[in-house]
């Protein structure tokens, strides 16, 4: 089951690469038939099912990962909610969110304006998505950091400018306009391609997220492992990531709010995040983000 979570990441670019394989596991019920019983209102929270470790089914066929923990902790504590889980693609939870076939969407989701004026966004971000670059291993000396790739003239493979990754690239040389990146826009490319690319010199680095490096060239059954000793990947920050509500959910969304300060303050996000990925997520968040900061 690994090996095939791993081919399906390399498939494409995360995060906005879909399967044509809709609903495996899903229940009948959607958020227009769930009726509320005995005062207890259920919520149908639709996750992408080929996105390890944030999102996935598990080899029993159930749904698991970080994104869905963390709301089964939330579940807990809101006796007046009672979830339940389908497992869907990346376009279906777009389109049923905002549709109301479901009231909560999964995906390694980040916030765009855009995005705000279709779904309801928490307070709260529910984790994050590790962002850096994967350069040839032989720079190393010279690559410790995004600010020392860009005073060495690194070229970067280029960005589709729909792709968020594009934005932060902007902001990084708004905030470093003495050593700003060369920032190419063109068509997305998938994984392999954007490796290869770096490897042969045509570029210097590829803007990769953690998960997807590690997935793909660390781990021993990783696709592309056998670039492991040719391949290094330096982070640069962490983008929060949400659930997308149904916009007629206001209330599930502050409830969602009132009981995220009790797990950060038993420590449900660092022990989740040590689970599912082996370091904490939240460290990489800059201090005192605010909706949109690097985006």
Request: proline letters at 4%.
């Amino acid at each position: 089951m690994k090996k095939i979570f791993n081919r399906l990441l390399a498939a494409g670019i995360v995060p906005v690469f879909t399967l044509g394989v809709l609903g495996c596991g899903a229940k009948e019920t959607t958020a227009e038939t769930a009726e509320k019983k005995d005062g207890v209102e259920t919520i149908i929270v639709a996750y992408r099912q080929d996105y390890a470790p944030y999102d996935y089914i598990d080899e029993n066929g159930k749904e698991d990962g970080y994104e869905v923990a963390v709301l089964k902790k939330i579940d807990e504590l809101l006796p007046e909610y009672e979830f339940e889980y389908v497992g869907t693609t990346d376009d279906d939870i777009l389109i049923g969110v905002e549709s109301g076939k479901y009231d909560v969407g999964t995906k390694g989701i980040w916030w765009t304006k855009e995005r705000e004026s279709s779904y309801l966004f928490p307070e709260h971000y529910i984790g994050a998505s590790i962002v850096g670059i994967t350069f040839r291993t032989e720079d190393a000396d010279k690559i410790t950091d995004l600010k020392s790739f860009a005073e060495n003239s690194g070229k970067l493979v280029p960005i589709a400018p729909q792709n968020a990754q594009y934005n932060i690239i902007q902001n990084f040389n708004e905030q470093n306009p003495d050593t700003p990146i060369e920032l190419v826009a063109a068509d997305q490319f998938n994984n392999a391609d954007s490796y290869q690319w770096v490897l042969e010199g045509r570029y210097d680095a590829f803007f990769d997220i953690k998960t997807v490096y590690d997935t793909n060239i660390a781990d021993k059954d990783g696709e592309y492992h056998e670039f492991a000793d040719k391949l290094s990947y330096v982070a640069y920050e962490g983008i929060p990531i949400w659930p997308l509500i149904n916009k007629d959910n206001q209330a599930f969304a502050d409830a969602y709010d009132k009981v995220w300060d009790e797990l950060e303050a038993n420590g449900t996000f660092e022990e989740l995040s040590q689970e599912y990925f082996g370091f904490n997520i939240f460290d990489y968040v800059p201090e005192g983000y605010k909706k949109g900061d690097q985006l």
